[in-house]
């Protein structure tokens, strides 16, 4: 028995975060966010260097073929370092649709350009995930898509979409296909674009050579546990930051991280944000090797990260005082990733009610 | 990541769960509060004998001498608890005192008290906590001053669970009143019949007298009773409480805990209708639930580290706190699905679980304050953990 990274595991993280300090300080971040740049193609060239990109996509298809724990520890690291990367869509939910129901030539087709960084893949499966808000919903028939898909991931650059239907049916959609309108949604986390997509009779592949509705549930568990990841990376480094400041900052005469009423909410947030973090290792390991519990964990890591994430960026941002308020300090970025997290592919009343429904304890 | 067990491993689980098919039926039906029945030092007994508590003390000294292994300890844990057993007997003389003297006792010491604790023969109770000095336990008053042999103690102490069924005590004193606050303690055993003792019991929220307070009037104890040498008790305690907080904030009676709930929430009703079919009361045991999973894959997170001898640093501090928090909170949600059912209490009608859930709910309030309050386990993750600056001391009048 053993729960705990290996020694592998561990390098490729840390490898993984050096890059990010290189290639997304701060400043790149901010500048990407101020370009309202889809993603920064700097950032996820160098990332797809280190095979990020082509993390859970087979050798055969020039990924690396690895588990979903390593694309968490992966995920993990972007929001530490608020990456402006389309990692969640990308690298992990888009090759699981296609691994899991596309056909041997769609496969062929997109898993090695995923994997080489050299394609982006949008996924628009919110109106299963998170719900579906009024007027949003498409409608598959022959080959075509008519309708609306809302708060697409890694929109805005995407070369090809992932597009669930409201039956749960996965179709492929070309980027630059007929009668597909693409709309970029501004949200609060300017470093990872959301897309609106418009389908007026819109020529799709469906993804049918598997079951697509199991990978639909798949891509959605998976996508579930790199957002608490990411969440999770992003309020540890909100703590650190938060404890930074606290050492410096003096007032009264002393540096304010003396105080208990600052030390202890750094503590809260501490006490309350680790735990999830062998939450989320396991529902990563559930995903790889233990089917019957991935969903309920997944559902379970989202909702309990997205809930301390909230605590811990707020809090974080009051032991700033009014810098943390400021656009001075940039700590905006990591509070507002956070948040953006907690919303996608359901909020935690919403997963909370699923895991209820996963274990008989309310109908669907 | 490989959380099977391997073949050793399960074999040894194998083994356990033999052992609780041919033995179980002598499990002890209740443990009585403070003193050992009869049947339970049987079961304790029967325990030691097959390796499945004390397991890792020598066999000098009335354990059964295997080498440490973590795993092998949870197995049996996990064991037990699926079978609904007690394990062997829980209290601060096995806890708290056997591995002090293991580490810090003389052989005498050793021979003479080990064994019989480890039995449930003799009962234990720890003398730290004092009126004036509860967080900041290094402030302690009671004197032990030197005569002849003796040492002759006077004050009083606070908190003392189990004080009143006690055959000895294990106590800080105050022996060179002239050193430093930390460096004039010492810690000594002595038996609680000593003449000049004085156990008063003192009644908590609960309605029980869980702690006493106890009160040394000329105590006479022989200077060869003290562990580790005069003016080491601070030493000595600190090795003392890293076992005792070890203990508070157990994930495994969290999962117990939430299992319980989870039943009461699906058989109680409500205007005829189930809890579990309320959304509210169903949402928070969903979000309690994660913490509950969150906490004991923590465990096995902690349980990993120690296994490889890793410092965990951080992710051992918050257990106690996140842990007596969780349970408290899932006590909680217990009392607030039972409605005003959960205000009924001791021999009332309509009671469920036997008012477990009330007496849970209030003795849970003192494992949060008691080991270290929330604040001083606060003080100790933000100091030791995140590295955050003392709050200084304030300067002298």
């Known amino acids: 028995m053993e729960f705990g990274l290996s020694e592998d595991q561990k390098l490729l993280q840390e490898s993984i975060g050096r890059t990010l300090e290189k290639v997304s300080p701060l400043e790149r971040v901010r ?81 090695p350009k995923l994997a080489s960084g050299e394609a982006i893949a949008g996924v628009a499966v919110s109106e299963r995930a998170a719900g579906a808000r009024e007027g949003a919903g498409v409608a598959a028939s022959s080959d075509r898509l008519t309708g609306t898909a809302l708060f697409a991931l890694d929109a805005a650059g995407a070369d090809v979409f992932i597009v669930a239907d409201k039956t749960g049916g996965l179709h492929l959609v070309k980027g630059d296909a007929k009668g597909l309108t693409r709309i970029a949604l501004t949200s609060i986390d300017l470093t990872r674009p959301l897309g609106e997509l418009r389908f007026d009779n819109v020529e799709a592949e469906p993804l049918s050579a598997g079951d697509a509705g199991a990978a639909l549930k798949r891509m959605v568990d998976a996508g579930r546990v790199m957002l608490a990841a990411d969440t999770l990376g992003a309020g540890w480094a909100m703590i650190e930051k938060a404890v930074a400041y606290a050492g410096e900052r003096k007032q009264f005469g002393r540096v304010i991280g003396s105080f208990q009423a600052v030390k202890h909410m750094c503590a809260e947030m501490a006490a309350e944000l680790e735990p999830c973090r062998s939450l989320v290792w396991y529902a990563a390991h559930a995903f790889d090797t233990m089917p019957d519990e991935a969903s309920l964990m997944a559902a379970h890591a989202k909702a309990l990260t997205s809930e301390t994430g909230r605590f811990v960026a707020r809090t974080a941002t009051e032991v700033h005082g009014g810098m943390g308020f400021t656009d001075l300090v940039g700590l905006h970025y990591w509070f507002k990733r956070i948040g953006l997290n907690r919303q996608l592919l359901g909020s935690p009343e919403r997963v909370r009610h699923e895991a209820a429904v996963l274990q008989g304890w309310a109908a669907d | ?292 999973f969150a906490m004991q894959f923590h465990g096995l997170r902690l349980l990993t580290a120690a296994a490889k001898g890793e410092d965990p640093g951080i992710a051992r501090l918050i257990v106690k706190l996140q842990g007596c928090e969780l349970n408290h909170q899932l006590a909680a949600l217990a009392i607030d699905a039972l409605g005003e059912i959960g205000v009924l209490y001791e021999d009332s009608p309509h009671l469920r679980a036997q008012g477990a859930w009330q007496h849970r709910y209030m003795f849970d309030l003192g494992l949060i304050i008691g080991g270290g309050t929330a604040q001083i386990q606060k003080n100790i993750i933000s100091e030791r953990g995140l590295g955050m600056p003392r709050e200084p001391k304030p300067a002298k009048a």
């Open chain 1, 31 to 111: 500048q990407a966010a101020e370009e309202h740049a889809a993603y920064a193609g700097d950032v996820w060239q160098a990332l797809a260097g280190l095979g990020v990109a082509g993390m859970l996509i087979a050798e055969e298809h020039g990924g690396m073929g690895m588990g979903l724990l390593d694309a968490a520890l992966a995920s993990e690291m972007l929001g530490r370092h608020v990456a402006p990367a389309p990692f969640v869509a990308t690298a992990v939910m888009a090759p699981l649709a296609l691994a899991g129901a596309g056909s041997k030539a769609q496969q062929a087709a997109w898993l």
């Open chain 2, 1 to 292: 990541m490989d959380l099977a067990y391997g073949p050793e491993y399960e074999a040894f689980r194998a083994e356990v769960r033999a052992f609780i098919a041919k033995h179980g039926a002598k499990a002890p039906r209740r443990f009585g509060v403070s003193r050992p029945s009869e049947e339970t030092q049987n079961w304790q007994r029967l325990l030691i004998e097959h390796g499945l508590t004390a397991r890792t003390i020598p066999k000098e000294y009335g354990g059964y001498g295997a080498e440490p292994d973590i795993l092998k300890s949870r197995i049996i844990a996990e064991e037990f608890t699926a079978a609904g057993l007690p394990m062997g007997i829980a209290n601060q003389g096995i806890s708290m005192l056997v591995p002090t003297l293991l580490e810090l006792g003389t052989e005498e010491q050793k021979k003479k008290w080990i064994a019989p604790t480890l039995r449930g023969e003799v009962v234990w109770c720890q003398g730290y906590s004092e009126p004036g000095s509860g967080s900041d336990l290094a402030s302690l008053q009671t004197k032990a001053v030197e005569d002849g042999d003796d040492f002759i103690i006077n004050g009083q102490k606070i908190w003392t669970s189990t004080a009143h069924a006690a055959d000895m005590i294990f106590c800080l004193v105050r022996t060179e009143p002239e050193a430093k606050k930390h460096e004039g303690i010492s810690y000594l055993i002595f038996s609680m019949q000593t003449p000049g003792i004085e156990v008063r019991p003192l009644k908590t929220m609960t309605g029980h007298a869980e702690f006493n307070e106890v009160f040394f009037t000329d105590v006479r104890v022989p200077k060869k009773d003290i562990v580790a040498g005069r003016g080491q008790g601070w030493f000595v305690a600190n090795a003392t409480l890293k076992h005792e907080r070890g203990m508070l904030g157990d994930p495994n009676q969290a999962g117990t805990r939430l299992k319980e709930i989870t039943d009461l929430m699906h058989k109680e009703t409500m205007d005829g209708t189930r809890l579990i079919d309320h959304p509210v009361y169903r949402d928070r045991l969903v979000a309690l639930q994660a913490r509950v």
